[in-house]
């Protein structure tokens, strides 16, 4: 009896985490989770809480929530034979800890959180016995397997190279988010078309918004009244203040407008030509907060 007692807290736990694993993974496949509310579908992105992006974000793909969901189920299955917990919980933990970054971060269910957690915590409990093997061959055994004598050249050879490799990924990646990706205007925002003059014959000639993308070097999006949304191709020239906007991102096209604009506090008036339409036409835009 003194030799099966200490296993029996353990062999609990370990049932406990299975039956948890699976029961979320079934969650997934019956629909009580990686379902959206069709009112959350109707709300502007910038209002979906970060609940249901993570949902709609997860369950718009049905093969990868079903993945998950077989991970898990997996791993619980893993951990129900003696033989298989210490390779179920290796898989597990990365996966749940993952979980449970989403779960804060993203402002999830603090129930499930707390699942989570306590999933986390009974795989870190099962693992403590196999610390020790874990440790060996995670590191000692590495340790072993790299020589032990190199030539002084050969180490700061290699130090050299990890540093790079850390270095220039960081330098390519900084230059191309704020250089290469990022060519920043001043008239970059989203901006409400408040008044057009003189009025167009069709009020579907003139876009309702108008969108100088900050993150996307060039790139201008037209939202129609009708809700559609169109990219173009946008340059100014701060200098004398002169604004184009051609059909297509970055490849240009066909000129759809030509001409200045007037910035003043949160008021954006550009005149030019429109279009096909003859004469200059003057919109005035409204920033939006």
Partial sequence: MTETSPKLPRAVLRYTIALLLITYRFAKLNGSQFTILDSELDKPMGQVSGFWLTWYYFGYSKFY????????????????????TLLGSCLLIPIIANIILVDVFYAIDPGALLVAIFIEASLLIIITPHAREL????????????????????????????????????????????????????IDGTWDVVEVSPELESAGDVPAVLFFERNRAHLCVFKDRDGSYEGHHFEVNANDRTVGIWQQ?????????????????????????YGNHAGEIAFVLKKRE
Wanted: glycine residues 8%.
């Fill in 135 to 186: 440790y060996d061959l995670f590191w000692v055994k590495q340790e072993s397997s790299t020589p032990t004598k190199r030539s002084p050249v050969a180490t700061i050879g290699k130090y050299v190279v990890r540093v790079l490799l850390i270095v220039l990924p960081a330098v390519f990646t900084y230059w191309v988010a704020n250089f290469n990706t990022r060519f920043p205007t001043p």
């Fill in 65 to 84: 929530g079903n993945l998950i969901a077989l991970a898990q189920v997996i791993g619980g299955v893993l951990l129900m034979f003696s033989r298989t």
């Fill in 249 to 273: 991102w970055l490849k240009k096209g066909t000129k759809i407008f030509d001409g200045s604009y007037d910035l003043s506090e949160r008021r954006l008036r550009l005149n030019g030509r």
